[in-house]
């Protein structure tokens, strides 16, 4: 920290591929902060996201024909296509989408920008790098016809880049509008994330590891470079954890200049009338799913474990999951029913007409569904890993079965068809949570579960986990989280660990389960946005004052 003052720029303009655009956690990070943003800001906090949806309605956007109309027309006249108006979250703030498709024309003069001035090497880019750095592009043209409109060349603004995918914005911002701070966060690099998912061993070997040569053999050098680049260039560095902190000073040889855990906002939990209507639903269209999958009647007080988040099989170990699911299944402890759910989007084709069919008309049948173990149909469902996974352990979901297994695989929005609830109308519904994470710099949705009340476990190679471990041992579910340590070599500890913690929750008693419930809603309480903002408040510190020296 610069300074003990805490200093608030008069604007804030923040920007991510995910701002009204639910791809993963930054979602939420984003849209769980933007009210205590906006209560701070007050209008003069702006999100800049992508316009992918084109003419297609953005469930989360509310057009506002009168904001910022003077600079919609200006903007227009200089080429940028842009929607604005307002983010449909707790605190509505200000929102641009804008289509970056128009800048395409720009790129080859764009990466020769970011070689000559920054040393971006875009030599070897591939897959999404295109459209995230022109996307990045777009945005810094929108922060510059915004800045030169409204004449901010007096005022402290800051501009807030995440992720590599607004590494180029936030490099354009530098050259061009060197009065504005920048701030660029990485929510978890790219070269230690595609390390892990390699399956080499990311935490033994640590301090080995040198980025730019992993970046070379893992084929990873243009996300890299403008990820490192970004990095070091901007005037604050921020990541959300210290397990990731470490990681950015190994890998990216740039120790972060504030560490920003991430907090949730309240207002997404229901009160107690609404939170038990919506609860009972949940688990009605849950059980509901699984009895008609599996062809046999699943009891009221089952109890419904569930994981979710990214596809990554190993990263978020969802492999885990699975293998502690079927050695539930085969010991003998259980004395309860299970219905284990795998909430993770994957390539959807379409709905279950036959599922949907028999939810709609009450139908169960006599025996388990053909694939009995998924509610929508995937594109090349034999290359799927985890539905290979579940057929290779032999789940049979029939009805003598204590424990059942149900891949949801879609982003649970509204409207996959099925049960056409959001993520948190469904994770309402369960009894516990399992997220036991290879590679995790933060972590959101066990802080999700226990927000919602819900018991859940987690790693030590989460940065939750290591941020709940300094209010609890992490050992009980009594406690409302458990935090198991994990190694890169002890997968068989934590799978069985996780059988042994879901057989004890389903021992207890409706008031030991009360009990647990209100621990885990005041360790939610002590992650929210209103205590962890002075975080970010120090960043913007921290930011305002490097300009200052960069700037003379």
């Known amino acids: 920290m610069v300074t003990n003052k805490i200093t608030t720029p008069e604007y804030l303009i923040e920007s991510s591929w995910e701002v009204c655009n639910k791809v993963g956690g930054i979602y939420t990070v984003l849209s769980t902060k933007a009210l205590t943003l906006q209560t701070i800001f007050k209008d003069k906090v702006l999100f800049v996201g992508p316009d992918i949806r084109q003419q297609q309605c953005v469930c989360d956007f509310q057009t506002d024909e009168n904001l910022f109309a003077d600079w919609r027309l200006h903007a227009a006249g200089e080429g940028l296509k842009m929607k604005v108006g307002r983010w449909a979250i707790p605190g509505q703030p200000p929102v641009v989408l804008v289509d970056f498709r128009p800048f395409y024309k720009d790129k080859d003069k764009l990466y020769f920008e970011m070689w000559n001035s920054f040393g971006v090497d875009s030599m070897h880019a591939y897959g999404d790098y295109d459209d995230s750095c022109i996307f990045a592009y777009a945005v810094a043209k929108v922060i510059e016809s915004f800045y030169r409109f409204y004449h901010l060349e007096q005022k402290s603004v800051v501009a807030h880049f995440n992720e590599w995918m607004l590494g180029m914005g936030l490099l354009y911002v530098q050259k061009h509008l060197p009065a504005i701070a920048t701030i660029f966060t990485t929510h978890a690099t790219s070269i230690g994330r595609s390390i892990a998912g390699n399956n080499k061993a990311l935490y033994a070997y640590m301090k080995g590891y040198h980025g730019d040569q992993m970046a070379h053999e893992l084929n990873m050098e243009a996300k890299h470079s403008v990820e490192k680049q970004a990095a070091h260039y901007a005037d604050c560095f921020t990541t959300v954890s210290d397990i990731t902190a470490c990681e950015c000073s190994q890998l990216l040889d740039k120790a972060p200049d504030v560490v920003t855990p991430n907090g949730f906002e309240l207002d997404f939990v229901p009160e107690k009338e609404e939170y038990a209507v919506r609860r009972k639903e949940a688990r009605r269209l849950l059980i509901g799913a699984a009895e008609r999958l599996s062809g046999s009647k699943i009891a009221d007080d089952a109890l419904l474990v569930s994981t979710s ?11 885990v999951f699975i293998d502690a699911m079927n050695r539930l299944r085969l010991s003998d402890k259980l004395h309860r029913e299970v219905v284990a759910f795998i909430m993770v989007p994957a390539w959807v084709r379409d709905k279950r007409s036959d599922l949907k069919e028999m939810m709609d008309n009450d139908i169960v049948g006599t025996k388990p569904m053909q694939m009995p173990f998924a509610t929508h149909w995937l594109n090349q469902m034999e290359d799927d890993r985890i539905l290979g996974y579940i057929q290779q352990l032999g789940f049979p979901n029939t009805a003598a079965e204590k424990l059942k297994i149900v891949f949801i695989p879609c982003y649970l929005d509204g409207r996959d068809g099925i049960f056409n609830k959001s993520y948190y109308d469904m994770l309402i519904g369960l009894d516990a949570t399992v997220y036991p994470s290879y590679y995790e710099p933060w972590g959101y949705t066990p802080l999700e579960s226990i927000a919602f009340g819900i018991p859940t476990i987690t790693t030590t190679l989460a940065g939750f986990g290591l941020w709940a471990k300094k209010s609890v041992a992490g050992n009980d579910i009594r406690e409302g989280v458990v935090v198991m340590e994990r190694t890169d070599s002890n997968y068989r500890e934590v799978a069985d660990g996780i059988c042994d913690k879901i057989v004890a929750l389903s021992e207890k008693s409706t008031a030991e389960i009360e009990s647990i419930h209100e621990h885990c809603t005041r360790l939610a309480e002590q992650a929210q946005w209103s205590k962890f903002i002075t975080y970010y408040q120090n960043a913007f510190c921290y930011a305002l004052a490097q300009s200052c020296k960069r700037n003379g």
């Open 309 to 319: 988040g990214r596809y990554e099989f190993r990263n978020k170990g969802i492999d």
